[in-house]
């Protein structure tokens, strides 16, 4: 809870809810007659629309990317560290977007949303969305701001894949993209943790087949292996011995079952909490969404095949001891850029924070952050001045 | 603007593809960029300099060379660069091979360990050189492989490279007309532009 909100923050911020009732074919082959996303906005567009950038979020990500909702927060929003006055996102120069996707379970249209044909929540009806899915969804919502470019589309992990997506199937709605621990596609590895998260969850007695809302229950304890599971990708071996190592929670051992190494009752802290917050349905479909993502499937998977119809300049950066999307995974995206003659930098950056690295606010990353966002800003004022001529 | 990237800016053709390796904080990239409308990136492993890159609006990709060149292909950039760097690679050969495989042609500059100064200091003080110029001392230098110009050009020749201009300056970066007397001896840069 803050005491006082600080000056670097977008302060309180509410979120919005914007219908859309055109019909969204979606991937699978199945269509949304309507739909609905949460929104939140940070800082002012400007006249021509050249100053917005929409921040795409990762799997358990929302809308409430910064700021408070009240003073009553614990925690601002996800990615505060990196946007509002002054920040590397400064929202004195850019209007930013954060929505939560289709399929998501913080107030846009998903599982645990009323499926309007039916009157009940769709729970596992709700169709897989993928991330092309997103991004169409995404570029209505831009429409809808009367965006017609953005300034950049920044993301990182799956939102990192959704910003990478845009600029393959909007090559002239964005003029950066910035890539942040993601990988062009998952690897085999990847997606055994999802299934086994995705098992967790579907065995839970109390998933009822995703039925579980009319029951007024929650398959808790599978929601919260799955996240036991993935805490372990998100964090790096170091990183892991560094805040852990075998501290014991007691002193000593007590040779039974109960947590007694700190690393253990992290975990179930973890996982508790995020199983109540989180809706089951939705972690099935944000995995499989991951799963699927391969943008250079449609090109016999030549990735910078696909990439040479990209037009923005990219960003991509990882993070050293990242094993869930490693250094060599956004090298792959840098090389078939290369490959393809886009524009295109690459920062490394050490951490031992692991895949959870990119939340982080670290001093070398947000250094590279602000110093490309200054390029960003540069070439949205020339777009403006460009605009009035 | 540093006087040997002076001198390479006009071996650089305008709109080329162009590869900075070991490119600092950008800087020859962001003048080939403004002067010469060339396309291409900068290689760097310094933080500082990488920022700094970005700052100015330079590709730059963080990539240690010495791990090898092996994911670019073949012909990918009209003219790959090397400043001042050739000398701290562990096998400057393999370097030089790799740039010529990735590009059609190359310009590449380095200190040139046959200057007089440098051979007077072994010869009468028994000692590596130390100077402004070279500030290291032999346990701690960067500078591995130094060469002189002789050895540079009998390198080209045993792999078959051809040298399409040379150019030989001082520690200021000066062209003087007595350095090409003797350049092997009064040069302490030299540049030179190759290709296969």
């Known amino acids: ?389 | 603007m540093r006087a040997d990237l002076e001198l390479i800016k006009d071996w650089v053709e305008p709109g080329k593809r162009v590869l900075d390796l070991c490119c600092g904080d950008g800087e020859l990239m962001h003048y080939l960029q403004a002067e010469k409308k060339t396309t291409g990136y900068g290689l760097e492993i310094g933080p500082e300099n990488i920022t700094e890159c970005i700052r100015k609006g330079v590709n730059v990709i963080e990539k240690d060379i010495e791990e090898g060149l092996a994911s670019i292909k073949d012909n990918t950039f009209d003219t790959v660069i090397m400043t001042q760097a050739i000398q701290i690679m562990m096998r400057p050969d393999e370097i030089v091979d790799e740039m010529l495989r990735i590009g059609k042609e190359c310009i590449v500059t380095f200190p040139n360990f046959g200057h007089w100064r440098a051979r007077g200091y072994l010869a009468f003080r028994g000692k590596m050189p130390v100077s402004k110029f070279l500030p290291y001392t032999w346990y701690n230098t960067p500078n591995t492989h130094f060469c002189t110009f002789k050895d540079f050009e009998r390198l080209c020749v045993e792999r078959n490279i051809y040298i399409m201009e040379r150019t030989v300056v001082d520690n200021e970066h000066q062209h003087r007309w007595w350095i090409h007397l003797w350049p092997n001896m009064l040069g302490e840069i030299a540049i030179y532009r190759i290709t296969k």
């Open chain 1, 1 to 389: 809870m803050p005491d006082v909100i600080p000056d670097d923050s977008v302060g309180i911020v509410e979120p919005q809810k914007i219908e859309f009732s055109e019909p969204l074919k979606l991937q699978c082959g199945r269509t949304l007659e309507q739909y609905h996303l949460m929104v939140e906005t940070y800082g002012e567009l400007n006249e021509n629309c050249s100053n917005a950038v929409l921040i795409c979020h990762a799997l358990s990500g929302n809308h409430h990317v910064a700021g408070y909702h009240s003073m009553e927060d614990k925690k601002p929003g996800w990615w505060d560290s990196a946007i509002g006055p002054g920040k590397a996102i400064d929202t004195n120069k850019f209007f930013v977007i954060g929505l939560n996707n289709l399929g998501g379970c913080h107030g846009s249209s998903g599982p645990n949303q009323i499926n309007p044909e039916t009157g009940k929540p769709y729970g596992p009806d709700f169709p897989i969305v993928t991330v092309n899915d997103w991004v169409e969804s995404q570029a209505r919502l831009a429409d809808y701001f009367g965006i017609e470019q953005f300034a950049a589309i920044i993301g990182g992990s799956l939102g990192g894949m959704q910003a990478l997506q845009w600029s393959i199937n909007y090559p002239d709605r964005l003029r950066h993209c910035m890539v942040i621990a993601a990988a062009p596609k998952l690897s085999a590895q990847n997606i055994a943790f999802n299934e086994v998260a995705r098992q967790a969850i579907s065995q839970d007695s109390q998933f009822y087949n995703g039925h579980y809302y009319e029951k007024d229950e929650v398959p808790k304890v599978g929601l919260m292996l799955a996240r036991m599971l993935g805490h372990i990708t998100y964090l790096s071996d170091d990183g892991m011995r560094n805040k852990f190592g075998r501290e014991l929670r007691s002193g000593q051992i007590s040779y039974d079952f109960t947590p007694q190494f700190e690393i253990e009752s992290y975990l179930r802290y973890q996982g508790e909490r995020f199983s109540t917050a989180f809706d089951a349905n939705t972690y099935l479909l944000m995995t499989k969404a991951l799963d699927y993502f391969d943008p250079a499937a449609d090109a016999d998977g030549n990735l910078s095949g696909i990439l040479e119809k990209a037009k923005a300049k990219f960003m991509v950066i990882s993070f050293t001891t990242d094993w869930r999307f490693s250094p060599e995974r956004s090298q792959e995206i840098v090389d078939a850029l290369v490959e393809a003659d886009r524009q295109v930098s690459y920062a490394e950056i050490e951490a031992a924070h692991g895949h959870d690295a990119f939340l982080i606010p670290i001093p070398r990353y947000l250094d590279v952050f602000s110093a490309y966002m200054q390029q960003v800003e540069a070439d949205t004022k020339a777009v403006f001045f460009g605009g009035n001529a």
